[in-house]
């Protein structure tokens, strides 16, 4: 299940908006077949797999397991259903990650499996499958888009210098912020931060495709219904102060990522306080700046 979590990540960018999916198939104490999703509208992880399985190893598929890190697409859509494909196959067992939330699979999956006479396990390290596609669940279980409330401050809790903007990001992690746009859908930020900053907003430091860009003020308020009916399954927050705390206010969010430089600034606008109903997922250093990812509860 690790082999399929590290496959599935090589569908990061092109996948979307399908889940990220790995699968592997094994017989004899060695694989035999694995693949991934690797862009939208093609094979699936499990088509994949099974035709990376060599000629002389397709008779061993009565007797293999195939592990998939998602539960098996039940429905036609730009592809067929991969559960009935692994029936056709006779795999004799199957191993799942986690359950598919999205409604048309749902269960279905591992009920085409099950009848199909295929022992299946399911929930092997599910925490760590959940995480992997935790927008594409988000979107489809709340209707909104998974929400990343995102700031860099200093030392002593300061967004800028003396209310003007400020560079706190240095070079290396300001290309991280940059690959985290190309990961995502959309960007937002308010309209006073807009006006000020004029931010670019875009994947410069990286490569990818630029976010969609988004500026809210009280007249033109974020409509997470009409976010959900285009499709964005994933949201920066990127500032300012005011519009960061409406979003912590509002219970609006899944994570919190945040930059902490090594110097004090002596005056300025504050950032915000990290809530109560948060973790710490991780904490890393780049030059002595610290990112701090905290997921709500």
Known sequence: MRRCL??????????HPNPMVGAVIVARDRIIGEGYHVRYGEGHAEVNAFASVKKEDEDLLHEATIYVSLEPCAHFGKTPPCADLIARKGVRRAVIGCI?????????GIQKLRDAGIETTVGVLEEECRALNRRFFTFHREKRPYIIL????SANGFIDEAFKPTAISNQFTKMLSHKLRAEEDAILVGRITNERDQPQLTVREWYGRNPQKMVIDRQHPLNIESLYAQGIQSLIV???AKTLQSFIEKDLFDEIRIETAPFTIAEGTRAPQVPPNTKLSSLDSFDNHT???FHRL
């Open 6 to 15: 590290q496959l599935a990540r090589c569908g990061k960018q092109n996948a």
């Open 100 to 108: 598919d939330e999205f409604a048309e699979v749902h269960g279905r």
């Open 150 to 153: 995102k700031w860099a401050q």
């Open 238 to 240: 990127e500032g300012g």
């Open 291 to 293: 990112i701090q990812i």
